[in-house]
């Protein structure tokens, strides 16, 4: 991360901005819950920008991030993306309400950030012993070697349940507890809600941007038997306030705001492109020496392909006296040959 006064300077230079996320499905622009909330942000602040598909790292949290100039923000540091771009006064949609108190939408980003968002990755990894785990697969692993996909899935699924502290023991209590804190969480927003265009008055803040992006992939990304859904679908004001959203920012905003590539080599790589689907061409000038950002970004990558590998070859030698039966009755992971 660069200084304010520098990340402010080089937003304001930069020709384009990239955002770096996972790739698209479910009739949404990334599949990803995490990067969702990021592209509606910067669309909402209508900031021109290119999309570019990341499928190296299928699990890794420093997706999505957003590159401009020789700065890059990452979505594990910082609080996240929306955060370091609203803490460096770059892009602030909230401070475009002055009457409203930042702690009220500090409280409500909260309640998404927390109960909302544990909701759903107990649906994406757990709920009904893995039932919606191709859902997940999709997203994160269905572009890696089948053995390679496999491991690393059954190795999230059991970081969910620790991260979650959920045993065979309280799975039934702590399954509840979740569906009831999601449920409060609707309830509330809903109130917040009424029949306004958006949580505070009738322009976004970042707020907006991460309900829209819950509500969006709940509703486009889980299946009908999913409990979250149904619970949302009770909910009329917040399905037709995502709805309308859909529309304005995302089937739009898919044909206007950016252009998606795919597979980078490095952020050093020409490789943006303009909205209106011309190349973009830096001009020449002479090689110059890697900035830090872009030699942390490098050691980023040769860690995580590290730590992968070394985590399946873990895998296989401590589980390789284990029948296969076995690992599948504990953790119900189906796949496809």
Same mark, same amino acid.
């Given at each position: ?15 384009? /901005? ?14 990803? *819950?995490?990067?969702? *909330? ?12 290119? +999309? ?36 460096? /006064? ?8 002055? !009457? ?11 309640? +998404? ?12 990894? &757990? ?19 089948? *053995?390679? @996909? ?6 999230? +699924? ?15 209590? /702590?399954?509840?507890?979740? =569906? ?12 917040? &809600? ?9 322009? *976004? ?22 409990? &979250? ?5 009770? =909910? ?18 898919? !044909? ?9 080599? !490095? ?11 011309? !190349? ?21 990558? /040769? ?17 390789? @006296? ?16």
């Amino acid at each position: 991360m660069a200084s304010a006064t520098t990340a402010a300077a080089e937003w304001e230079a930069a020709a384009r /901005k990239t955002l770096v996320a996972r790739k698209p499905g479910f009739g949404l622009p990334t599949a990803c *819950p995490t990067c969702l *909330p990021v592209l509606l942000y910067l669309r909402m602040s209508q900031v021109p920008f290119d +999309i570019h598909v990341d499928s190296r790292f299928p699990d890794a949290d420093h997706i999505p991030y957003i590159e401009f100039g020789e700065c890059v923000a990452f979505n594990n540091e910082n609080g996240g993306v929306i955060e370091y771009l609203r803490e460096e /006064k770059i892009v602030d949609l909230t401070s475009k309400h002055p !009457s409203v108190s930042y702690s009220d939408v500090l409280s409500t980003k909260a309640m +998404i950030s927390t109960w909302l968002a544990d909701a759903l990755q107990y649906e994406l990894w &757990l709920a009904n012993d893995g039932a919606h785990g191709s859902i997940a697969r999709d997203i994160y692993f269905s572009d890696l070697p089948w *053995p390679i @996909g496999k491991v690393l899935h059954w190795k999230k +699924i059991r970081d969910v349940k620790r991260l979650m502290d959920i045993t065979k023991l309280n799975a039934a209590e /702590k399954e509840e507890e979740i =569906y009831r804190k999601a449920t409060a969480a609707y309830d509330a927003l809903s109130t917040k &809600l009424g029949d306004q265009s958006f949580l505070f008055d009738d322009s *976004p803040t970042d707020a907006d941007a991460l309900l829209l992006g819950h509500v969006l992939f709940v509703l486009n990304a889980l299946p009908a038997t999913s409990m &979250l859904r149904s619970y949302l679908q009770n =909910y009329d004001n917040l399905v037709k306030y995502a709805e309308d959203i859909k529309v304005q920012l995302v089937e739009v905003g898919s !044909s206007s705001a950016g252009s998606a590539s795919s597979d980078m080599p !490095s952020s050093s790589t020409p490789r943006k492109t303009s909205s209106s689907g011309q !190349s973009y061409k830096p001009k020449p000038k002479a090689k110059k020496e890697r900035t830090e950002e872009e030699k942390k970004a490098r050691r980023r990558t /040769k860690y995580f392909l590290a730590a992968q590998l070394i985590s399946v070859l873990a895998f296989l030698s401590i589980m390789g @006296g284990v029948d296969g039966s076995e690992l599948d009755d504990d953790y119900d992971v189906e796949y496809e040959d």
